[in-house]
């Protein structure tokens, strides 16, 4: 079975900061891995995924994740945080011999003035 | 616009008042999905569909129905709907599994 640990519920940093949400994975193939952002009472909005290729996936909104096959992480940075970037992230793995989607509690971030 | 809709977006209703949430896209997507989002506990996939006649359950499929007649619409039929389905429900597309989904902007479920 899939899973995905978002182990902070919680991230606090200052605007012009490093951003850092973390992400592990469970999953007994290769996997696809993918983050997503909601803003207050919005849908979510897709920002980068990992499929195959570089460890770095670049994404929206000045956004990175690199993906780390033996940690089993998938962790999503932005070099600069900006007061914009508050909202709740989510992080998501699929099993590509299945269709099922599995998301992470989600992380809510909040980047002070 | 390439967009998922549902509807509707608000519904609070009893235990046991059967009801429809529709979902519909337009980007010609093979995959779709139905999402609950409850606090603490982040999305869990309610059913999926891989394309036309082809549904399967997700993760927390108990209480739920779902269709998908026709490619673009794929909704979510509650029989009898109990207190402990109050929730954020999200309906999402992509072209393929390994595409990233594309959401509807949600509806809120109240069952008193």
């Known amino acids: 079975a899939q899973s995905v640990a978002q182990p902070e519920d919680q991230v606090n940093v200052a605007e012009g900061n490093p951003l850092t949400v973390k992400c592990t994975y469970s999953?007994?193939?290769?996997?696809?891995l993918f983050w997503y952002v909601q803003y207050p009472n919005r849908g979510l909005q897709f920002l980068l995924k990992?499929?195959?290729?570089?460890?770095l996936v670049k994404g929206s909104y000045g956004f990175e994740a690199e993906f780390n096959k033996s940690q089993t992480s998938f962790h999503l940075k932005k070099p600069s945080a900006l007061v914009s970037d508050s909202a709740l992230y989510f992080c998501?793995?699929?099993?590509?011999?299945?269709?099922?989607?599995?998301f992470g509690a989600g992380t809510t971030v909040t980047v002070r003035a | 616009e390439a967009q998922v809709t549902q509807n509707p977006r608000y519904l609070i209703t009893v235990t046991g008042k059967k009801l429809t949430v529709t979902c519909s896209q337009n980007?010609?997507?093979?995959?779709m999905s139905w999402y609950r989002q409850d606090p603490g506990l982040g999305l869990r996939q309610i059913y999926y569909s891989m394309n036309v006649e082809v549904t399967d359950k997700g993760d927390v499929p108990e209480g739920y129905k779902v269709s998908r007649k026709e490619k673009r619409n794929f909704p979510l039929i509650l029989e009898s709907p109990s207190p402990n389905q109050t929730s954020l429900y999200f309906c999402a597309s992509s072209f393929t599994q390994g595409s990233e989904q594309f959401f509807g902007p949600g509806t809120r479920l109240t069952v008193l």
């Open positions: 998501a793995v699929r099993d590509p011999n299945d269709y099922k989607l599995s």
């Open positions: 980007m010609n997507h093979e995959y």
């Open positions: 999953v007994s193939g290769n996997p696809y």
């Open positions: 990992y499929i195959t290729g570089d460890n």
